[in-house]
Every structure is written in structure tokens, then in C-alpha cells.
């Protein structure tokens, strides 16, 4: 084991691009993380809503065993055959026509804008601006970091890729106002992960849907974060009975492993040979292993214990939030947050972790719990029970 020292001294080799605890985590099983002391986490954050499955999933590490000994890669200028079931599995659910796959969110954001952007030029007289919302989060890459409403990137990475109008969200008069013979779309998360679990209305996503077919543009929906199952059902835009025209999925898609997907509607994929592409993209590797994530996630009595253990979740939050005097809790499935009216996330889960629960403050006063989509009451109960402890120290540290 290294002492504090070593690890400092191994920890300057990489990009200090984030702020991290000094633990180095070593083995992760079922909602659980051992770092290398042999402290263990519950973990309610799962990658980032990535581990649907939890951590180390049996069901993974089969296909990747297996797909690993047969074909990794074969380049995406070959069909391979789980390529081939992915996108089939992917477009039977969504009602959507035809994928590409990436290995990340951002990458298939950008695709879904480059998509959109073509489509634009080929049937929109060269429309090529989307409206994107306040506060929404749709990756790293120039573009998507253009795309997304994060005030914090205003002043960044100047000049920024031009085309993105930012409006409101649940205020469908400011999307129709920005709406003109520029626009080719209109992109947003069903429910803004990043932005601290902030839904849009099943009314808005409605009306939207309305009214980009009106006006002829296309809706994106980014489901990166809410989608496979994460607020319940296996896409998020089911709940509000609408479908889009171009869908992203990513995060919970692998398991764990990193791939992601670009689907859309048979009448929008206008890519043409050399337009899109990446060298992993739709590699046997993962696409085995989201079939077989999928497959899992899609049946019925997966996402029903989804829902329940959603709603136990968010009552025992609620009891919490009652108990310590907090905010509302809010969230769909098992994408939930806990809002911190004083402004002290940050420290609620600091102090989570040294209890031994691991939660995310995507901002000052809203606490995210993702767990693994297949959570037990028992750990809900524990990870309660370790918020409660949290709080109390917080609380102390207050009064003195
Ligand atoms: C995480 C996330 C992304 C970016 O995905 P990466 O895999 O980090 O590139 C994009 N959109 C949403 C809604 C996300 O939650």
C-alpha cells in the first residue's frame, strides 16, 4: 500500500482536471466501492449514473470475457453481429429508424448537432442554429460546451462554435420566439441532469413536440443521462407520451463500459459516406455488452422495480428533508435529488463520504442520488441512515 506521500507523487503525472479525494479506489461490487485502505462506499453516484447494473456486473464481465476471446474490433467499415442486434434492440424500443454508435455522450451530441446541421442544409434552405436551454449540459467538446447553458462556460474556450440560442426551459412562448428561418432544431434533456435534476413538464415536452412540427424543425432529445432506464421507464420520453426525432443515449448504455448511440427517425438520417464516423465506433466489444445491458434493462419487471424503489427512495428523502428542515425532492425513477436551501452541498457530501456514502452537489444546494438501477431497500435504508450521519456532522460544524 503507498503512503500519502507516494500517492501525492504518483497523483502529479495526471491533468489536475478535477478536484479528487486521496483514495484510490481499487474493486467495486454491486453498489459498493473498496478504496485502497479497504474503506468501503456505498455508492449512490455509480460512475455518474454510468453503472446501471452496479459495479463489476456478472452479466458484463460474461460478455466481455466472452466477445473478447471472438472479436474485439473489426473497424466500423465491417458489419459485426453485435453491432447488427444493438441497433436493431435500440430502434424496435425507441421507434426510431437507424443508430450510429459512439463511445461517449459528447461524441454522440455532436454527432446529433452534425446530423441535424446536414439535414439543415439539405431541406431547411442552410438553417443550421439549435436552441438549447438554460443551464442544460451536453458534454465537453467544443460544440456540445457551446451547446450546453452552463453559465460557468460562458467566458471559456473562446471563440465558440456559433449556432446555439439559449432559452429558458418549461417556456414554450421562448422557444417559439426564437424560433426563425435559422433554426434547425431544438435540443434538451428531459430531465437536466447537470443542472441539478430540473424536469421539463410532460406540458412542455408536449408542446414542444407540437410546435417543432409546425414550424418544421427537428426535436433532440439528449437522454444521455436519462435514458436505459434511469427515471423509470426504458427512455425518458415515453413518460410524456412524445417521441423525438433525434434521440442520444450514452452513460448507462455500456454498464459500465463506454458506448453511446445517435438514433433518429428514418426521414432525418441524411449522413452521407464520410460525413460521420470514429474508429470505435460500433466495435463488437461493447456493442455485445450493450445488448446484453439492454436486454436486461428493457424488461418490464426490471423497470416496475425501477419505479418502486424510486419512490421508496425519494419518501425516505423526504423524510429527511423533513427531519433536518431541507428542500424539495424531486426526480424521476432513480435519477433523484435532495435540494440544500443553505447552499452547502458540497460539504453535505464530503462529509457523506468520510460516513461512508458516496452522493454528487451538481450545484451549491442540490444533492443527486443515481444509484444502480437494480438497489436494494436495504440499501436505500443504509444510505439513508449514512445521509442522517452526514447531516449531523454538518450541523455540529455549523453550531461551532
Ligand atoms: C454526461 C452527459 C453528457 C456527456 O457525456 P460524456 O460521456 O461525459 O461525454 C451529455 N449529456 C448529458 C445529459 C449528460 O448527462
Request: with cysteine; aromatic share 6%.
Amino acid at each position: 500500500m503507498q503512503s500519502d506521500t507516494e500517492q501525492t507523487a504518483i497523483t502529479t503525472h495526471l491533468m489536475d482536471v478535477t478536484a479528487r479525494p486521496p483514495v484510490t479506489m481499487v474493486a467495486g461490487q454491486g453498489s459498493w466501492l473498496t478504496d485502497q485502505a479497504g474503506k468501503r462506499y456505498l455508492d449512490f453516484v455509480q460512475g455518474w449514473a454510468v453503472n446501471c447494473l452496479g459495479h463489476s456486473p456478472a452479466l458484463v464481465a460474461e460478455v466481455l470475457a466472452r466477445q473478447s476471446t471472438t472479436l474485439l474490433n473489426c473497424s466500423p467499415a465491417f458489419f459485426n453481429a453485435p453491432m447488427l442486434e444493438l441497433a436493431q434492440l435500440l430502434t424496435t424500443h425507441s421507434g426510431l429508424h437507424q443508430v450510429w454508435f459512439g463511445s461517449s455522450g459528447a461524441e454522440v451530441n455532436e454527432g446529433a448537432i452534425k446530423l441535424a446541421r446536414r439535414w439543415g442544409e439539405k431541406h431547411r434552405s442552410g438553417a443550421f442554429e439549435i436552441i438549447t436551454l438554460h443551464n442544460s449540459f451536453h458534454g465537453r467538446t467544443l460544440a456540445t460546451m457551446a451547446a450546453s447553458g452552463k453559465p460557468q462556460w460562458q467566458p471559456l474556450f473562446e471563440p465558440k462554435v456559433p449556432g446555439f440560442v439559449k432559452v429558458p426551459i418549461n417556456d414554450i412562448e421562448a422557444v417559439a420566439a426564437a424560433i426563425s428561418e435559422r433554426t434547425v432544431a431544438v435540443m434538451l434533456e428531459p430531465v437536466q441532469g447537470e443542472g441539478g435534476v430540473i424536469p421539463a413538464t410532460h406540458e412542455f415536452l408536449q408542446q414542444l413536440r407540437a410546435l417543432t412540427r409546425q414550424c418544421g424543425v427537428l426535436l433532440i432529445l439528449d437522454e444521455v443521462q436519462t435514458g436505459i432506464g434511469r427515471t423509470g421507464t426504458l427512455f425518458a420520453f415515453e413518460q410524456a407520451g412524445i417521441e423525438p426525432d433525434i434521440l442520444t443515449l450514452g452513460k448507462g448504455l455500456g454498464g459500465g463500459a463506454p458506448l453511446s448511440a445517435l438514433l433518429a427517425h428514418r426521414d432525418f438520417c441524411c449522413f452521407e459516406h464520410g460525413d460521420q464516423g470514429g474508429t470505435f465506433s460500433g466495435n463488437a466489444l461493447l456493442t455485445a455488452v450493450g445488448c446484453a445491458v439492454v436486454k436486461q434493462i428493457a424488461q418490464p419487471a426490471f423497470l416496475t422495480a425501477v419505479r418502486v424503489q424510486g419512490d421508496y427512495l425519494r419518501d425516505r428523502l423526504q423524510q429527511v428533508s423533513d427531519e433536518f428542515g431541507l428542500g424539495e425532492v424531486r426526480g424521476h425513477g432513480l435519477l433523484v435529488a435532495l435540494e440544500i436551501p443553505s447552499g452547502n452541498a458540497t460539504q453535505i457530501a464530503d462529509a457523506a463520504f468520510t460516513s461512508g456514502l458516496l452522493v454528487n452537489a451538481p450545484r451549491v444546494n442540490v444533492l443527486r442520488f443515481m444509484p444502480a438501477l437494480n438497489v436494494s431497500r436495504e440499501e436505500i435504508d443504509r444510505a439513508i441512515e449514512y445521509l442522517a450521519q452526514a447531516l449531523r456532522a454538518c450541523r455540529r460544524v455549523m453550531a461551532t
